[in-house]
């Protein structure tokens, strides 16, 4: 009877405190005010699945901690939920066990199918798009943007495959970044690769406030993590799968840091050692939280005064007004006579 | 007779040939030589001019010049006071001072100001208006009051016009301190130059963060969310209030860039955040708290539905939130725990926009006999004049801190000072003019390290007219004249960013230097080799024929 008093005292109590999240004073939230996040899926037919399902299952947990469809750009070869092959049309799994539909109902892919090209890419990074393109196949990122660029497919040593026609090299793409740089198109920038030998593509990178995390390093192959026996092709790549596994435990005002991101998948789940490189980037990842470039939070300030506007108010009497006109309808004559009427003599 | 030289009849030697391969060694030089000819002096200059890639020339020395160049602002500062030794000193002292200053560059003036025009004036307001307060834009004009202490009991008074009026007892430090930081605000632009130029070294300050980044139009989206129409009705003339409100203080902006304003309703969006409830207390009722950590999770959600970027102009969003009776009042908590003092439940984010909590009155939820959906008014003062205080700091007025003994009059309803506006200018012009100075820089840089890219007409004309403008722009900051060098720096910005972003800069129509060399050295090097290794044979008959010319001569 005392216990249950002192359990229902303990409850009471609980729901008057204010549960306030304190901030630890050593995360600091940077001085970013937006997230973008550019997911580029670069293989195609069906015996990529895993791909497909590597960046949309980034593309799930973005979208959940908060980054709207406006300021993602997904570019997927998208031949996956409609392909014949597909058990399941219109779905895309990660797991065999089929626990989320990341292809889902609200999909947004802004470059599909064979839109997905190295030029479309480098434009969409620098910038140098076609007037008259759509403003969802835009980055109008500014200063203050933080981006997420997350890259999956074949790769090798320098080169990452696009749709098995062409390549880009890491010198491109870092080229394409110190562009983004000399234009202040980012505040900082995220870089996380997927692929085989994914080091090699960070390895050329010059431009400043880039924290660049690969699933392998040069000369390692990057594996996938398990087949769907129902479809017969692997299903998911293994450092995205950990990777996701953290994420989901991430909720929009979690605490947990960059740091430990880039901990995730140790060497005896991957396979394959994880490469890091933090050289150009200022801050140290362990103080960096991870809505930083997962989720959206906008800075937000208190204390504005108001304006006094009653003063002087123009008056609305003094101002000439359109007068809305009622629309009035009517049926339209069945034989238009009045076309054919000419004045009587 | 045959005509020509019998080849075995004559056995001549020169040097090491005999005679018949003299001869046909004449005709096989001469072959060599007109391959030599086609191949290389005609070839080799015909391949390079029709592999050319086409290229515009470009300013590299005038845009390398416009980092020297300094951008300084002139302006022209009057003073008018009573004697005419003290208006003297009084600018010599403010001269010291500006000497230092980096950005601006002060012309100082003096004049003898009428004492029955002083001491005739009712009030300040009256002198506002008379004509004295004529100025250009950018000019300030300081004017001794001396019977300044019956109208305010500060010493310094900043008018809404480009006037300051000082008592007679007002040291030069504090009209210094007042030029400074209210109205010429060097140190905003300095930081803002500095963090655009070395954006690793230096950050913007609070002020810059804030404001919107320049572009030539703005969208400003004002949305009034009611999460349950059927508890709450609100018959709000939402457009007649912005015509009201909003629009002249925008009409005021118009030069500097458009703003399109748009407005819509959303129903059934809820908060996604839970506030706390704090239970009645004594001299407190009961009502629900939301804490600064969660003010962020409310814009997260909201902007899905916000539906602001149907445009590429950066976007202002202004939010009015009605809760229903069940979940009001809603008051906005500090990370401290204490309660959001002034009345003003309202937050804002840089670079987005603000949100206003518009709780129903208290008397009309507790007021059982009003059947649902209750009827909400609007108190548009309040609400509007938040969002102008909002969409003040967005656009770049930034909030001055005080100085002691000095004060403003308070805003007119067009909602922006005179020489506020002036600031904005300076601000825009700094920041197009930079933003161009490094956006040619980077440009040229590329073009002018891969030498392979083509730069056709229209980029050639887009950075000749970008640099042209930026010289014009500076040019017109020396004499002065702020609302053209305005023009001319938009002009710069819009050319310098049409040139970087042209499409046609990326064409993939050039090969890096490995790939040319493996593509010609197959086709031309084995074409090549006989070519050049007969030049040797061409060079030792050439002399030997200079020889025997010689030793026939001196025979």
Redesign the interface.
Known sequence: MRALLFFVTIFYVNE?V????Q?PDDILRG?H??NWAVLVDTSRFWFNYRHVANVLSIYRSVKRL?I???QIILMVADDMACNPRNPRPATVFNHRKQHINVYGDDVEVDYRGYEVTV?NF??LL??????GTP?SK?L?T???SNILVYLTGHGGDGFLKFQDSEEVTSQELADALE?MW???RYHEIFFMIDTCQAASMYEKFYS??ILAVASSLVGEDSLSHHVDPAIGVYIIDRYTFHALHFLERVS??SMKTMGEFLAVCPKQECISTVGVRRDLF?RDPHKVPITDFF????????????????????L?EN?IRPVKQEEKYHYAQQFPTHLFQTRAT | MSSHPSTTEEIKTVGDLPVEKIDKTDYRIYAAISYFVILIVIGLPLWWKTTEVYRVPLPYTRIAALNESDFVLVTNVTIASLDIDRGKQLASDLDNFFKTSKLFKVHFVVTQVQKQILASAQSIQALELSSVSRRQAGDILLLEVPGLPRFTPSQVLVGRRRIVYFATDTSSVKLTEVLQQWLFQEETLQRMISSMVSPTKSELDLAGRRRMPTASAYDVMVTIVNPDPEKVQLNWDLQEAIENFLSPFLRNLAPLADYNVKSQWLYFVPLQVQPKLVPEQPGIRKHFALSEELLPHIITPLEKKLASHVSQNPCLNFVVYVPPCSESPLYIYRQEGVILRGGVNAFLSPRWGGIIIHNPPQDICDNTTVVEPKPVEADWSKIMGTFLAQLRLLVGVPELDDIPRVSMLPLAASGMRQWELDSLYRVRIMEQLTSAMLTLQSLSQLLGEISNIVIDDEVGDSIQEAVSAVERGIELLHQGNLLAAFEASKQAFLSAEAAFTDPSLLALLYFPDDQKYAVYIPLFLPVMIPVLMSLKNIYLWAASKVRHKGKEKVD
């Open positions: 008057y204010q549960a306030v999240r901030i001085n005010t937006n908060g709207p469809d406006s030029e480098v434009r620098t910038g140098r798009l076609f007037p403003r835009q109008l500014d200063e203050g562009q000399q234009k202040r400043p406030n929009p005002d200022p989720g959206s939070l906008r800075p937000v300030e208190l204390g504005i005064n108001y304006l006094n506007v009653s003063i002087a108010l123009p609305t101002t």
